[in-house]
């Protein structure tokens, strides 16, 4: 009785062994493809800009909360969304792990933490080297160790969530808009590049934005590094987060469950 309790959770870690084995083989191509875009904008608002002058040096203290919450969020969500569209379509390699003897749910969850941990991989790359471009940041501190490590976690498992009910809910052939209808205006409005705060003059963008998951992990990370710079509250953002995660897990488990039983 005991092995067959035991056994669903030791096949969950082979499975994501293996997918944190191939995402390790996989690193430099991985990087490139989820951190390229954020650190390229670091590169011209966050030394460029300053440089010369046109924008002043203090804005990379409101830009670097949102560099690395768009590099934790899109490493996860393509993390899972793409190898699922791989897997359902041409490849057909999710049939090898429906065979597994676990529930059909725990290989989906397993996709969702595999993602969350390339997230946070992807994350930590970015941190280092931004503030190596960027230089001095202004009220950049490190004192709140928690809260960062909550809002990496919370953020991941967020846009890991979206990413499984992305990669089960789009057809293959129409997973190229989901690129530029979902996550172009995700990443314009999701407070990366401003805060939240700075929407006042704007009333009715301000409650606008709040539809965008991204908007919370950017605050998120404000918060925990930061913390000078007007964000929201702490509880209001992690609240959201833990929501946004609920409801598109139920959503991605459903439509897996669809396309698996499909």
């Known amino acids: 009785m005991n092995d067959d309790l035991v056994a669903p959770w030791r096949v969950f870690l082979a499975i994501l062994l293996r997918d944190v084995t191939v995402a390790r083989r996989e690193l430099p191509y991985f990087l490139v493809r ?23 040096h203090g804005y990379t203290t409101l830009m670097l909360p949102g560099v690395i919450a768009l590099s934790l969020t899109l490493s996860a969500i393509q993390s899972v969304a793409l190898p699922m569209v791989a897997d359902f379509g041409f490849t057909k390699e999710i049939e090898d792990r429906l065979l597994a003897p676990v529930p059909i749910e725990l290989v989906a969850i397993e996709k969702v933490v595999a993602g969350l941990l390339q997230g946070i991989v992807a994350s930590l790359f970015v941190l280092p080297i931004a503030r190596l471009i960027m230089g001095p940041i202004p009220g950049l501190s490190f004192s709140n160790v928690g809260l960062l490590i909550l809002a990496t976690v919370l953020g991941g498992a967020a846009f890991s969530a979206i990413g499984l009910w992305l990669g089960t809910a789009i057809a293959p052939q129409q997973i190229g808009l989901m690129f530029s209808v979902i996550l172009a205006p995700m990443i314009m409005f999701g407070c990366t590049y401003y805060p939240w705060a700075g929407l006042s003059r704007i009333p009715w963008m301000k409650w606008a934005v709040l539809v965008n998951p991204l908007v919370y992990v950017s605050e998120a990370m404000r918060a925990a590094i930061t913390p000078e710079v007007p964000h929201m509250p702490a509880p209001l953002i992690f609240a959201a987060l833990v929501a946004v995660t609920a409801v598109f897990l139920f959503l991605g488990l459903r439509a897996f469950d669809k396309r698996a039983m499909g």
């Not at 670091?42 to 002043?56: D, E, N, R, S």
């Open 34 to 56: 989820t951190t390229l875009q954020p650190l390229m904008f670091v590169i011209v608002f966050g030394f460029l800009l300053p440089k010369m002058g046109l924008i002043p």
